[in-house]
């Protein structure tokens, strides 16, 4: 049985992977109204994994037999400075999550809770990938900054991104 203490980290993790969500689809609709569809579509894409991360919490609540509550997800931006400023903010948001997921291990470790623990592992290695593949595309987009020709390209690369 879920401890009350690591059921109420678990719902609220659930809040902030739907927030997640919701912050990359800022994102996107910021990229999208700055003609950068390729850039808007790894946004589109990074949020429905987000998505998929908060179902998995939610699904592992109600096997457990526990209550799932959803919290208030809070507004999010539409507007960056610059491309490179969302990808940046982008590559900070992941870092917090990390942060937030290693928390709720230490956690679960505490309640002595092996399942939590076990899948809570799936999130940590996600958490490595995540911050490399937002790094990687802050990286770049922050080098074309400045240079439209070379943006137009990194915006083709991106807008690759597999669903
Ligand atoms: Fe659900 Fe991008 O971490």
Excluded: C
């Excluded at 003609?35 to 908060?54: D, F, I, T, Y």
């Excluded at 490179?84 to 900070?92: I, K």
């Excluded at 922050?142 to 807008?159: F, N, Q, S, T």
């Amino acid at each position: 049985m879920l401890s009350d203490k690591l059921l109420a980290a678990l719902n609220e993790q659930i809040t902030k992977e739907l927030h997640s969500a919701y912050v990359y689809l800022g994102m996107a609709a910021y990229l999208e109204a700055q003609n950068l569809p390729g850039m808007a579509k790894w946004m589109r894409v990074q949020s429905e994994e987000e998505l998929e991360h908060a179902m998995k919490i939610f699904d592992f609540v109600l096997e457990r037999g526990a209550t799932v509550t959803l919290g208030t997800v809070e507004a999010v931006p539409t507007e960056y400075e610059s491309p490179a400023a969302a990808f940046r903010a982008a590559l900070e948001h992941e870092r917090k999550i990390t942060a937030s997921i290693n928390a709720l291990y230490e956690l679960a470790v505490q309640e002595n809770d092996y399942p939590t623990q076990v899948m809570l592992q799936w999130f940590i290695e996600e958490q490595v990938e995540e911050e490399d593949n937002v790094g990687r595309a802050a990286d770049m987009v922050a080098k074309a900054e400045g240079h439209p020709p070379v943006l137009l390209m990194i915006d083709h690369r991106l807008g690759q991104r597999e669903e």
